[in-house]
């Protein structure tokens, strides 16, 4: 019997993840990444992320991909410009 489709993993890779024995961190990564790639344009992954890091976290928090998801559900650093000559001089000059 198939397993309902998650609107949240439509592919199922989280959840395939988490049954994989012995994955690293660096597998993990990768796995994300193929999931956020296939994620709704208007799907904000950092609350999905949020989501599946609660869902499957709870059971399982010492796994590598509950790192990865609680990374990926914290909020991104804010871009900022240095200011002064240096925020103006070309990357290849500096």
């Known amino acids: 019997m198939a397993e309902a489709r998650d609107p949240d993993d439509p592919k199922g ?3 395939e ?3 994989i024995g012995g994955i690293t ?18 799907a904000p992954a950092t609350a999905v992320s949020a989501r599946l890091a609660d869902r499957y976290g709870s059971k399982a ?3 590598p991909m509950t790192h990865v998801l609680a990374e990926g559900a914290a ?8 200011g002064g ?3 103006r001089k ?3 000059e500096r």
Do not use: N
């Open 61 to 63: 928090p010492d796994h």
């Open 25 to 42: 961190e660096g597998e993990c990564r990768s796995i994300y990444l193929d999931w956020a790639l296939s994620l709704a344009q208007d």
């Open 85 to 87: 000559w240096r925020g």
């Open 90 to 92: 070309p990357l290849s």
């Open 75 to 82: 909020a991104a650093p804010t871009a900022r410009r240095r």
């Open 13 to 15: 890779l989280i959840r």
């Open 17 to 19: 993840a988490y049954r």
